[in-house]
């Protein structure tokens, strides 16, 4: 794979081919972000490489940035499934906290879709294996909070991948926040805005409490971007953006664009809908597989699935498809 030029913050502080951390003999740069370095190393135990992903050092003296490095490294540890960027160390090397994951080829979601719809049938293998890693990890009580295309990542073999918990909350499987009991996670004070504009949920935007139909809201939107090219909210400005999602309705699609699915825009509008997350008493919520979706071609053969929500009782509900 190429390594594209890495441009670091003035802040950062690159780490040099042949720096060792623990086991890892650091090989190269692959990227930089707000929150840390990602580098390809060797792991020498067992003679494979990896991608070790470093807290910068003036991020490594905050202790609630610590927490969150920390935070994110035992949330995907929680977590083993094939959808699901797979983390096989956590460490400290004097200062610096480091965690270490498998190394992936390929590129993000964001830049498969290149700012154009993905053909129908590729939007459909993709959307199905984001909501298996999404149910997994809700299965566990783990609630990502940050999902958009650039933290999904497409393998050279279309494998999916959902990167960068670094924002995930932990919740009981009733939907309980877990994050204020006595351990190393630290409870997101209410009004808090989690999350990035455009993807985030109507609770987010108004700094509730969220839970697992955070992450299903977000999923509609990347859902509706792979099979539209376009974001189903959009506004001049970031308030413009978050009045949207609080307001509006995505355009519809199938009035406009022939080629997609009923069932596909169906799946998105429904994942989409701000009336099921009034309540916040409701529990969390799990997404489904739509495996019954088709490409234009096979309608006539299948019919477009449908999306309903089936009740679980008082005060809880659940989608499916």
């Not at 009923?262 to 809908?273: D, F, H, K, M």
């Amino acid at each position: 794979m190429t390594v594209p030029p890495v441009c670091y913050p003035p802040r950062f502080m690159p780490l040099t081919p042949g720096t060792r951390l623990g086991p890892y003999d650091i090989l190269a740069p692959l990227g930089a972000g707000g929150m840390g370095e990602v580098y390809r190393a060797r792991d020498t135990r067992l003679d494979r490489e990896v991608a070790v992903k470093v807290l910068p050092a003036h991020l490594s003296k905050d202790p609630d940035a610590r927490a969150r490095f920390e935070r994110e490294a035992k949330s995907v540890a929680a977590l083993s499934h094939p959808n699901i960027l797979a983390i096989h160390d956590f460490g400290l090397e004097g200062a610096t906290a480091y965690a270490v994951t498998e190394l992936l080829e390929g590129e993000t979601l964001r830049e498969r879709m290149g700012g154009a719809p993905m053909p129908a049938r590729k939007a459909i293998d993709a959307a199905q294996q984001i909501v298996q890693g999404l149910a997994a990890a809700h299965e566990k009580g783990v609630v990502h909070r940050d999902l958009k295309p650039e933290n999904i990542w497409v393998t050279k073999d279309g494998r999916i991948k959902i990167l960068d918990f670094g924002l995930a909350k932990v919740t009981s499987r009733e939907g309980a926040d877990l994050t204020s009991a006595p351990t190393a996670q630290q409870a997101t004070q209410p009004g808090t805005v989690m999350g990035t504009v455009g993807y985030m949920s109507p609770e987010q935007v108004r700094g509730r409490a969220v839970d697992s139909r955070t992450d299903i809201f977000s999923f509609g939107a990347i859902l509706y971007e792979m099979i539209s090219g376009t974001r189903p909210f959009r506004g001049e400005t970031t308030a413009d953006t978050m009045s949207a999602i609080l307001k509006e309705d995505p355009p519809e699609l199938t009035k406009t664009e022939k080629s997609i699915p009923p069932g596909l825009e169906r799946i998105s509008t429904t994942a989409l809908r701000r009336a099921p997350r009034s309540g916040s008493s409701r529990r969390a919520t799990s997404p489904s597989r739509c495996s019954r979706s088709r490409a234009p071609a096979d309608r006539r053969r299948s019919p477009p699935c449908r999306a309903t929500r089936a009740s679980r009782g008082e005060g809880s509900s659940a989608w499916s498809w």
